[in-house]
Nanobody, 118 residues
Framework: QVQLVESGGGLVQAGGSLRLACAAS????????MGWFRQAPGKEREFVGN????????QYAAPMKDRFTISREYAKNTVYLQMNTLKPQDTAVYYC???????????WGQGTQVTVSS
């Protein structure tokens, strides 16, 4: 089992920045891929990006690649999503998820709301 708890959401003006955190606990994290997803009202959940816990290799969805950065901090078992130059269309509930390499995302956090005002 893996437990995930997100934090750091809130209200920000367009052009601003936020950093979300996802604290993980449970099984050995080194074999996990940690992902970030988001779901806007009335839309399907979409992939934002992920990071391999062991190597730190990241990948991003194309629309977020230039503005979002995912990182991890071993000492705190925490993964971060740094979001810059936020736009109103970034408004969504952001979720952290975990998957074993090559498998589907099985573990999900409760989500944190990000609202970007124009």
């Amino acid at each position: 089992q893996v437990q995930l708890v997100e934090s750091g959401g809130g209200l920000v003006q367009a052009g601003g920045s936020l950093r979300l955190a996802c604290a993980a606990s449970g099984r050995t994290l080194s074999s996990l891929v940690m992902g970030w997803f988001r779901q806007a009202p009335g839309k399907e959940r979409e992939f934002v990006g992920n990071i391999r816990w062991s190597s730190g290799i990241t990948q991003y969805a194309a629309p977020m690649k230039d503005r979002f950065t995912i990182s991890r901090e071993y000492a705190k078992n925490t993964v971060y999503l740094q979001m810059n130059t936020l736009k109103p269309q970034d408004t969504a509930v952001y979720y952290c998820a975990a998957a074993f390499v090559g498998q589907a995302y099985t573990y999900w956090g409760q989500g944190t709301q990000v609202t970007v005002s124009s």
